[in-house]
């Protein structure tokens, strides 16, 4: 291309979308279909020389930073596959008579709620396969904010300067609770009414608010027929409005504070390494977020979740077991399952038994996560800005703290399931409770005590070979078979 | 341009191949449903379709696109000693009594608050006396779901029926169980014993912890069981709880047997049933 043919400030009409990279002799003469059509565009709007620069930005390449990725596109697919879903739901508790093809219900006296999801279930074709992506997807969405939480807590990444997005994130999982508890509430099968009802008598234990706080969420003394639109409208609208935002205050901070990375190539405080935004890092998310949905449809297709013909429609005078909630509710049940039966009355106010396992302890929990980030900097003395990430054994308090975190949380979602332990244990369910109570004490501080006491000796041992400059010992090396049938070292160019 | 080396052209036919079995994988799905329909078929077609598509994008991305390390600087989000902050602030310095009127317009927000109070509290009525009462009244026979009464000889030795409020079949909070233990075997306080005649004794099915219906009943040990968190209780002392979370017993309904063999209420249940609140002593 004729230097003269450039425009003044470098940027032709079409090339938003070419790299960056490479002097401008190595692109080709004829403008393809794609440059066309974004020329087009570009000459209208002028975009294509800032998204040239935002193309440009360097993200640091990591399989841990992935995790995060895969819970927005869990959330894609969520939304994608909930508004599916509302076209056939109806947010409606009013009885009607069951008619439909599953036989074992005919004539049954149902929510129109309930026969709507079974008419979704039973006579829409692909209807259960979208309900049952829907629902898996929940399942992963909240195992990948796990393990994104887990990988931001024990690398340090809350610290300085990204403690407020750290807080926009567990906002994010909240609200991410709030999603799964009404979904779950949604189809009005006996399980999902039973959800209801505890949620009803947690409420009922605040004191002196408790009865207003039910009253005014339910409608009413429970069960009432109102509440599934209002749990409709908080799923379908309320909760998914906060979340998209929510989402995208998360997304945009993290590109305007530019991601955390880890030592070696080259990382230091002051830089980013990795691979530009385009086209390295958007062809790796399309795939994943692609790999991802096709997992989940695989998964959702032929492993059954769910099944609301099962459980029959919600009464309130029928309970059954085994009864759990999705895994990512399965520690409040625990907690709920492991309370002590106290309910003291002081100064006339009763504290009814939920109180302290239903409100208390995951307040505190949610608490000490939230406000961690401020209590490392004021522990540690460090307000300074960290861009580099740490490994976990560099930070053996932190670690520790989080190991014991996880402890607790394991031990509550397997409380969650202790009539189910029971059986597969063949203990009676109270000494299995037993056991859990006692451990939920122990675990934690037999957690913290050990993965202390490892990652200290870890990092000793990083830093006695540091002073006396002894080397560590050589890292593994990796030796790949060539075509001839010779071996070489994979790090080295054949 | 460079001629594309044997590895560049294996790896577009890979991607190719792949893109090209997620194409035949979707119309394929198409065609399952268009045949009636089967809904593992149509998700292992979907699946691959999606997984084509994901596997093809990733090998492009690792063998065909430059994948070197790019470097690019950080800076600070703001100068230490920028006065930015302060200039914003400052900008609307030239109120006198500037304290007064931020104080007065928190004040203005604390109303607008309360009057804003007003939509929220409509959500529900208030909690008043619902909570301490259920639907049973003296008088009043009780009914199995058909609204029929419940007769005493429908429940043998060992037997346990779920009973309603006459009128209110299916009523949440008035949901009864009328057990019958063998003779002598209730240990109720005296004044509860003329409650449970000839060993029919009725309790509260909505459990004293979370409100569930405690529908579990191990009739040897004559416990009931909560299946949502384990809480028992035991028949023959009260319902009085002897395991997990729940603390108050199963409030007891006053009952008698007449004539025809019907049970009938003696008034309501002994104390408030179902989950506790704050004031339930209050009843």
């Known amino acids: 291309m004729a230097e003269g043919e450039r425009p003044v400030d470098g940027a032709r009409p079409g090339d938003a979308a070419m790299p960056a990279e490479g002097p401008a002799s190595d692109l080709p003469e004829r403008r393809t279909e794609l440059e066309r059509v974004l020329g087009w565009f570009d000459t209208r709007l002028g975009l294509a020389s800032t998204v040239r620069v935002a193309m440009r930005k360097v993200f640091p390449d990591h399989w841990s930073f992935l995790l995060g990725e895969i819970a927005l596109f869990a959330f894609i697919i969520l939304v994608a596959t909930g508004t599916y879903l509302t076209l056939f739901y109806t947010p409606d508790g009013r009885q009607v008579t069951y008619q439909g093809p599953y036989t074992i219900l005919q004539g049954a006296s149902v929510s129109a709620a309930y026969a709507s999801v079974m008419r979704l279930s039973f006579e829409v074709e692909a209807g259960l396969l979208m309900r049952q992506v829907h629902h898996w997807t929940a399942l992963v969405f909240f195992g990948a904010i796990a393990v994104h939480l887990a990988r931001v807590f024990f690398t340090g990444a809350f610290r300085k300067p990204r403690e407020v997005n750290y807080l926009v994130g567990i906002g994010l999982l909240l609200m991410a609770l709030g999603e799964g508890i009404t979904g779950y509430s949604l189809p009005d099968d006996l399980l999902s009414g039973t959800g209801l009802r505890i949620i009803d008598s947690v409420m009922l234990s605040v004191p002196f608010i408790g009865p207003w706080l039910a009253s005014l969420f339910f409608g009413g003394e429970f069960p009432t027929v109102g509440i599934l639109s209002r749990l409709f409208v908080f799923h379908v609208m309320l909760l998914p409005g906060l979340l998209i935002g929510g989402v995208a205050t998360h997304l945009a901070i993290l590109w305007l504070q530019k991601h955390t990375q880890y030592r070696g190539h080259g990382a230091r405080e002051d830089n980013v390494v990795g691979l530009p935004f385009w086209p390295g890092q958007v062809f790796r998310s399309t795939g994943l977020f692609f790999l991802t949905a096709a997992v989940i449809t695989l998964v959702a297709g032929l492993i059954q979740i769910n099944p609301v013909w099962l459980y029959g429609p919600y009464v309130p005078y029928v309970a059954t077991v085994p009864a759990q909630p999705d895994w990512y509710v399965g520690w409040l049940e625990g907690a709920l399952r492991l309370g002590l039966p106290i309910e003291p009355t002081i100064l006339g106010v009763t504290i009814p038994s939920p109180f302290v396992p239903g409100v208390l302890i995951p307040g505190i929990l949610v608490g000490a996560l939230a406000l961690w980030p401020f209590l490392e900097a004021r522990l540690t003395h460090d307000h300074a800005e960290h861009n580099l990430l740490d490994p976990p054994w560099r930070t053996p308090i932190r670690t520790a703290t989080g190991a014991a975190g996880v402890a607790v949380f394991l031990v509550l979602t397997l409380a969650g399931g202790n009539d189910v332990l029971a059986v597969m244990l063949d203990l009676p369910v109270e000494t299995v409770t037993m056991i859990f109570r006692f451990l939920l004490v122990l675990a934690p501080v037999v957690t913290w005590l050990v993965v202390y006491r490892m990652a200290r000796d870890v990092r000793d041992g990083h830093e006695r070979r540091a002073r006396t400059g002894t080397k560590p010992e050589p890292p593994a090396v990796l030796l790949v078979r060539g075509p001839g049938g010779g071996f070489r070292d994979a790090e080295q160019e054949p | ?283």
């Open chain 2, 1 to 283: 341009m460079n001629h594309p080396s044997p590895d560049t052209r294996r790896a577009e036919r890979r991607i190719a191949l792949s893109f090209g079995v997620s194409m035949v994988s979707g119309f394929a799905l198409l065609g399952v449903y268009l045949a009636g329909g089967q809904t593992q078929v149509e998700a292992v077609l979907l699946a691959i379709s999606l997984g084509g598509i994901g596997a093809g994008i990733i090998v492009w991305s690792q063998r065909l696109l430059p994948n070197d390390l790019h470097v690019e600087p950080r800076h600070p989000a703001a100068d230490p000693a920028s006065t930015a902050v302060r200039d914003i602030v400052a900008e609307e310095r030239a109120i006198t009594r500037r304290s007064l009127l931020i104080r007065a317009l928190g004040g203005a927000f604390a109303g607008l608050a309360a009057a804003l109070a007003i939509p929220v509290l409509s959500l529900g009525p208030a909690p008043g006396r619902s909570l301490f009462q259920t639907p049973w009244r003296r008088g009043l026979r009780m009914v199995g779901l058909d609204g029929q009464p419940i007769k005493a000889s429908d429940v043998p030795v060992g037997g346990i029926v779920t009973g309603f409020p006459e009128g209110v079949p299916g009523s949440a909070d008035g949901q009864t169980l009328l057990i019958r233990v063998g003779p002598g075997l209730l240990r109720l306080a005296a004044d509860r014993m003329a409650w449970a005649p000839d060993g029919y004794v009725a309790y509260s099915k909505l459990c004293t912890h979370a409100g569930c219906p405690v529908g579990l009943y191990r009739s040897v040990e004559h416990r009931l069981i909560c299946p949502c968190h384990q809480s028992t209780f035991d028949v023959l002392d009260g319902a009085q709880p002897v395991f997990g979370p729940a603390s108050r017993p199963l409030p007891q309904l006053p009952i008698r047997i007449e004539a025809d063999g019907t049970i009938v209420a003696l008034g309501d249940f002994t104390d408030t049933v179902g989950p506790g609140f704050w004031n339930m002593h209050d009843g």
